[in-house]
Nanobody, 119 residues
């Protein structure tokens, strides 16, 4: 059973920084994509950033220039560096991993971690 465990969230003042981490375990193949999504109260879940095996990234406009995504050498840990945080970045951040095996893609999610930015 694939599990994703997030860490690093918390409360930070506007303009501050945080680093989120997500570790995948129980997977038999390297994730083809790992990424971060977020969901604010009353809003749909939205992509923040994702990184493909090979290093190509995809980013929401609000994350460009402020947030950076990277993985470790195994590809099983993904980091999201949040800088210049704004109160509107307050949300639950979810780790996502896509694994390809048995001829299909499998989508996995972490339980989410709270990021709160105070003004």
């Amino acid at each position: 059973q694939v599990q994703l465990v997030e860490s690093g969230g918390g409360l930070v003042q506007a303009g501050g920084s945080l680093r989120l981490s997500c570790v995948a375990s129980g997977n038999i193949v390297r994730p083809s994509v790992m990424g971060w999504y977020r969901q604010a109260p009353g809003m749909p879940r939205e992509l923040v950033k994702e990184i493909m095996d090979g290093g190509r990234t995809n980013s929401a406009d609000f994350a460009k220039g402020r947030f950076t995504i990277s993985t470790d050498i195994t590809g099983n840990t993904v980091y999201l560096y949040l800088t210049s945080l704004k109160p509107e970045d307050t949300a639950v951040y979810y780790c996502n991993a896509v694994l390809e095996y048995a001829g299909t893609e499998h989508d996995y999610w972490g339980q989410g971690i709270q990021v709160t930015v105070s003004s």
